[in-house]
């Protein structure tokens, strides 16, 4: 059996899914979170953070879990204010344009 004594863990969601889904189609919500998850799963292999999981609108992420320990939370944290910056970068989703 492995163990860390000290790890980060990253939990995140999207403010306001539950109205924005609402004005979408499946189809709709699956190209925003698509979009947003394949930037956010970029920036998890750029500053060496492991994606754990996603479920729906869920993103969660460890670092340290590896064995170096030596900067996680900088890792994390840098790597959240990424996710931060990339998501305004995210279109706004139009339900009444299938193009975005």
């Not at 109205?19 to 750029?46: E, N, P």
């Amino acid at each position: 059996q492995e163990s860390r004594e000290v790890v980060t863990i990253f939990f995140s969601d999207i403010v306001g899914f539950t109205a924005v889904s609402s004005q979408l189609d499946a189809h709709g919500v699956a190209r925003m979170l698509d979009r947003l998850y394949t930037k956010f799963d970029q920036l998890s292999d750029t500053h060496q953070v492991f994606k754990v999981e996603t479920i729906g609108d869920a993103y969660m992420a460890v670092a340290g879990h590896d064995g170096r320990d030596d900067d996680h939370a900088r890792r994390m944290t840098n790597m959240a204010l990424d996710m931060i910056a990339a998501s305004k970068r995210i279109p706004n989703p139009d339900p009444s344009s299938p193009s975005k």
